[in-house]
T-cell receptor
């Protein structure tokens, strides 16, 4: 069965510092990969997605992610974090052919210190 | 504007009562999903439906039921058989066609608290 691991439950960074959130997946083929962000009490918003092609994908709000097949990773990065980036971030893997089921990691809570 | 509407946003229920959460979408999406979110556990799939009048169990379907009588509606009933129903529930939808565009659109969620 496919799985998604986000090893960091909480991360705290200072405003203006760089950010990297880790995501590892377990899946037999190259998956479709996503990063979502969730503000408290809200639904999820898509930051970026990877299907194929260039392994460095750009998303909204200045985020990017790099797909590394050899490491089964899809880490999310941002060069300079803003206080408004404080939220929970979820990595997800799409299983196609079986109802387009999205499997989520357990999330990483980002805190930004001013 | 197109989107997904969940209601109610907050709901309290007594133990032993069934409760139904509404999810309506005007995106003309084919597939709809219900996820449950608990702190530290991410999102877990309860039920999903790819077409009208058809649905499948997800990973944690016990104690829940759904229906899909209309394309735009996918209500979730939390029954008294669900042992720990207090959670945040998220509805999502996706267009089935398009070769895996893959992006799920989410509603803003419903928070259910059992008293």
């Amino acid at each position: 069965a496919q799985s998604v691991t986000q090893p960091d439950i909480h991360i705290t960074v200072s405003e203006g510092a760089s950010l990297e959130l880790r995501c590892n997946y377990s899946y037999g083929a190259t998956p479709y990969l996503f990063w979502y962000v969730q503000s408290p009490g809200q639904g999820l918003q898509l930051l970026l997605k990877y299907f194929s092609g260039d392994t460095l994908v750009q998303g909204i709000k200045g985020f990017e992610a790099e797909f590394k097949r050899s490491q089964s990773s899809f880490n999310l990065r941002k060069p300079s974090v803003h206080w408004s980036d404080a939220a929970e971030y979820f990595c997800a893997v799409l299983l196609t052919g079986g109802g387009n089921k999205l499997t989520f990691g357990t999330g990483t809570q980002l805190k930004v210190e001013l | 504007d197109g989107g997904i509407t969940q209601s109610p946003k907050y709901l309290f229920r007594k133990e032993g009562q069934n409760v139904t959460l509404s999810c309506e979408q005007n995106l003309n999406h084919d597939a709809m999903y219900w996820y449950r979110q608990d702190p530290g556990q991410g999102l877990r799939l309860i039920y999903y439906s790819q077409i009208v009048n058809d649905f499948q169990k997800g990973d944690i379907a016990e104690g829940y039921s759904v229906s899909r009588e209309k394309k735009e509606s996918f209500p979730l009933t939390v029954t008294s058989a669900q042992k720990n129903p207090t959670a945040f529930y998220l509805c999502a939808s996706i267009t089935k066609s398009g070769g895996g565009s893959g992006e799920l659109f989410f509603g803003e969620g419903s928070r259910l608290t059992v008293l």
